[in-house]
């Protein structure tokens, strides 16, 4: 399998632009998260969807960040317009934890933005 | 928000030596995972223990499950350089969410 697959890895942009990340999950995966990771914060969940249905997005830190799953296979996590507090590794990541519910989490390899 | 915290924040050992790292974490759980960071890559699963576990092992990992504490332990046995990494835990519910813990960096002195 080819893992969960995350574009762009490495993004610099200026502050005030819109950035884009994107995500393959695995195939099958019914669960996708998006987490962000900083040195001061540490790993954080952002949002997570079911069957492309957000569950819980508690954790996205304000409106200028948004995220869509519009089909099994692909999902986005948009910032519009970016600040340099932004700047962070996140994660995707998928699972299919069935029906016990023991949800083992495949990462993606992560997209590190420097907004500048 | 951080499920909960990692002790110690920073471990330092020789090869051959066993690491022990502690987690507790604040919510209900349905299980407790721990995961595995190499420097600039993503986390990669290592063991999962369920909420009427105690103790479970694979290969070199032993973990612990104290639910009345609301902590957990991770034991490597007789390290190695490349166990070096940062290690996480996490309270996993039953609705799916998992929530990760600061992380404990390992490292493994040749």
């Known amino acids: 399998d080819a893992g969960v697959i995350q574009s762009p890895r490495h993004e610099v942009t200026e502050m005030g632009q819109e950035v884009t990340l994107r995500c393959k999950p695995i195939?099958?995966?019914?669960?996708l998260f998006w987490y962000r990771q900083t040195m001061m914060r540490g790993l954080e969940l952002l949002i997570y969807f079911n069957n492309n249905v957000p569950i819980d997005d508690s954790g996205m830190p304000e409106d200028r960040f948004s995220a869509k799953m519009p089909n099994a296979s692909f999902s986005t996590l948009k910032i519009q317009p970016s600040e340099p507090r932004d700047s962070a590794v996140y994660f995707c990541?998928?699972?299919?934890?069935?029906?016990?519910?023991?949800?083992?989490?495949?990462f993606g390899e992560g997209s590190w933005l420097t907004v500048v | 928000s951080q499920q909960g915290e990692e002790d110690p924040q920073a471990l330092s050992i020789q090869e051959g030596e066993n690491a022990t790292m502690n987690c507790s974490y604040k919510?209900?759980?349905?299980?407790l995972q721990w995961y595995r960071q190499n420097s600039g890559r993503g986390l990669v699963h290592l063991i999962l223990?369920?909420?009427?576990?105690r103790e479970k092992h694979s290969g070199r990992l032993r973990v612990t499950l104290d639910t009345s504490k609301k902590s957990s332990s991770l034991l490597i046995t007789a390290s190695r350089a490349a166990d070096t990494a940062s290690y996480f835990c996490a309270g996993g519910t039953s609705y799916g969410k998992l929530t990760f813990g600061q992380g404990t960096i390992l490292t493994v002195h040749p």
């Open positions: 919510t209900s759980i349905n299980n």
């Open positions: 990541a998928s699972s299919n934890p069935g029906l016990g519910q023991e949800n083992t989490i495949y």
């Open positions: 223990i369920r909420s009427n576990e």
């Open positions: 195939s099958g995966h019914d669960y």
